[in-house]
Antibody, heavy 120, light 111 residues
Framework: EVQLVESGGGLVKPGGSLRLSCAASGFTFSSYSMNWVRQAPGKGLEWVSSISSSSSYIYYADSVKGRFTISRDNAKNSLYLQMNSLRAEDTAVYYC?????????????WGQGTLVTVSS | DIVMTQTPLSLSVTPGQPASISCKSSQSLLHSDGKTYLYWYLQKPGQSPQLLIYEVSSRFSGVPDRFSGSGSGTDFTLKISRVEAEDVGVYYCMQGIHFVTFGQGTKVEIK
């Protein structure tokens, strides 16, 4: 069974930093691209970043480019999101999500999410 | 960026009746590999999204056959043949041809 478990969320002041983690199990983590997707309170879904299986290809939404860094450790079956210079508008539940593979993009499995609150 | 537009934004359905949600993309979602990368998700209250349909019309593992997807190019539809109480939540379409973008979501409730 595919499992994705996020951690690391919490309350942080504007301008602060936070590092999210996602522990993956139930599949060969090193074979799949991974994503971070966020959802502001009461709002819709917004793709944040993606990373290919070997970390060769990394992409960011314009809203986080230059402030967030995605990374992975295939030996630890883990995905990360380093978030710097946080703003109030970054407040959201952050989901770790698996890309099913193929020639384009997609998401098949989601974690339960971790809440990040940016407030003074 | 590819913009995904869903209609309606909310839907109230009597149990046992059908429901339909439309999703339009600002660009064609047909990839050079011949596949069309349009997905449908359901986010039940208090839960993370779950995949229902991938590549326009393929049901994901464990998804009941009352859910079906159709469409091509830029116009897509999700249909629920007979809505059940467990189908309440917000439905999102998503494109995967150029990174990932989501529709605004359609909230489905039971009358």
């Amino acid at each position: 069974e595919v499992q994705l478990v996020e951690s690391g969320g919490g309350l942080v002041k504007p301008g602060g930093s936070l590092r999210l983690s996602c522990a993956a199990s139930g599949f060969t983590f090193s074979s799949y691209s991974m994503n971070w997707v966020r959802q502001a309170p009461g709002k819709g879904l917004e793709w944040v970043s993606s990373i290919s299986s070997s970390s060769s290809y990394i992409y960011y939404a314009d809203s986080v480019k230059g402030r967030f860094t995605i990374s992975r450790d295939n030996a630890k079956n883990s995905l990360y999101l380093q978030m710097n210079s946080l703003r109030a508008e970054d407040t959201a539940v952050y989901y770790c999500a698996r890309d099913p593979g193929g020639y384009s993009y997609g998401i098949d499995y989601w974690g339960q999410g971790t809440l990040v609150t940016v407030s003074s | 960026d590819i913009v995904m537009t869903q209609t309606p934004l909310s839907l109230s359905v009597t149990p046992g009746q059908p429901a339909s949600i439309s999703c339009k993309s600002s660009q064609s979602l047909l990839h050079s590999d011949g596949k069309t990368y349009l997905y449908w998700y359901l986010q039940k209250p208090g839960q993370s999204p779950q995949l229902l349909i991938y590549e326009v019309s393929s049901r994901f593992s464990g998804v009941p056959d009352r859910f079906s997807g159709s469409g091509s190019g830029t116009d897509f539809t999700l249909k629920i043949s007979r809505v059940e109480a467990e189908d309440v939540g917000v439905y999102y379409c998503m494109q995967g041809i150029h990174f990932v973008t989501f529709g605004q979501g359609t909230k489905v409730e039971i009358k």
